[in-house]
């Protein structure tokens, strides 16, 4: 079985759209691959209760209790390898997880580490993407699933959706539009990726 780990810092609603698919889809008929668990960097991010209530494993990780970013990364992945099965190529999502990761943490992954970013790659990585898309005077917005290479919000482009900005779209109105079409993209290509896996 492939073990796939979701990483998460709040509501995850990413997460929830992504073990519902792989139910609905039966990803472990389909491609032999499972959501093995969900880890938080926040020790009180809604998405844990919602992974639980999913029958899905639950850890946290909170960054704030170790001296360094190398040394929050290390434990983060020995906790995520905790869950591989040897031999099968095991699936790291970040979904909703607001850390920045060491490159050393990202080759250990590499090819196996995937990130869904809310614009439309390369414009606006990054934070505050919806804000700065609307300053910006765009016309579209949209969100990116992407490898995760060292640099940030960089790498290969999986999946893209993309949405109208309405003239009176806030920041919050576009981030609901954008992340309706989130939970239809993500699934779709972690799927993708499992069938060439
Ligand atoms: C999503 O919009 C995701 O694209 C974004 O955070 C939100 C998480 O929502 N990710 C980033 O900004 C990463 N830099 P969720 O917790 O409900 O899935």
Redesign the pocket.
């Known amino acids: 079985m492939k073990n796939i780990v979701i990483l ?8 929830l759209a992504i073990v519902k698919a792989s139910k609905r889809e039966n990803w472990a008929a389909n491609y032999q691959a499972q959501v093995a668990a969900v880890i938080s960097n926040k020790t009180n991010a809604k ?1 844990l209760a919602l992974a639980a209530q999913q029958g899905i494993a639950t850890a946290s990780l909170d960054h704030k209790a170790f001296a360094s970013r190398e040394a929050f990364d290390t434990a983060l992945a020995q906790r995520i390898d905790s869950y591989a099965t040897p031999g099968q190529p095991q699936l790291v999502l ?5 850390r920045i990761l060491t490159p050393g943490f990202v080759n250990h992954y590499a090819g196996r580490l995937v ?4 614009s439309l790659l390369p414009a606006f990585p ?2 505050h ?1 919806h804000q700065r898309a609307i300053d910006a005077g765009c016309k579209l917005a949209g ?1 990116t699933v992407h490898l995760v290479t060292p640099e940030l ?1 960089h790498g290969p482009i999986l999946a893209q959706a993309v949405v109208p900005i309405l003239p009176n779209d806030s920041a919050e109105t576009l ?1 609901a539009r ?2 309706s079409q ?1 939970h239809l993209i993500y699934p779709q290509a972690v799927a993708s990726l499992l069938q060439v896996q």
Do not use: K, Q, R, Y
């Open positions: 998460i810092s709040g509501g995850g609603s990413n997460m998405g970040l979904a909703g997880f607001m990130n869904i970013h809310p990054g934070l993407t969100a919000d981030a954008v992340l989130e």
